[in-house]
């Protein structure tokens, strides 16, 4: 069983830069492929980005190319999500999930979730 916990979620404005924490804990870190999704409100949970067991592929969804960063550092059990230049479109809860499937960029191939962490950014 594996256990995520989110952080680093607030209220940030436009242009401004936040920095998400995964927690995990349960089978051996680096064992895990592990991916961030958000739901904005009133919208469908989405793939944000994804990294493989020991950071050497990641991938993005074209939304966020270019502005966010995912990385992991696999001594801490921690998944990380930079994300700079923050648009109001931004915001959503943001979830970290490991991928049981094949698919990195689909929600169905993912089976733990953590709670999420609430990013609000201001026009």
């Known amino acids: 069983q594996v256990q995520l916990v989110e952080s680093g979620g607030g209220l940030v404005q436009a242009g401004g830069s936040v920095r998400l924490s995964c927690a995990a804990s349960?089978?051996?870190?680096?064992?895990?492929?592990m991916g961030w999704f958000r739901q904005r409100p009133d919208k469908e949970r989405e793939f944000v980005a994804y990294i493989g067991w020991d950071g050497g592929r990641t991938y993005y969804a074209d939304s966020v190319k270019g502005r966010f960063t995912i990385s992991r550092d696999n001594a801490k059990n921690t998944v990380y999500l930079q994300m700079n230049s923050l648009k109001p479109e931004d915001t959503a809860l943001y979830y970290c999930a490991v991928l049981t499937g094949a698919l990195v960029d689909q929600r169905d191939q993912y089976r733990y979730w953590g709670q999420g962490t609430q990013v609000t950014v201001s026009s």
């Open positions: 349960g089978p051996p870190f680096s064992s895990l492929r």
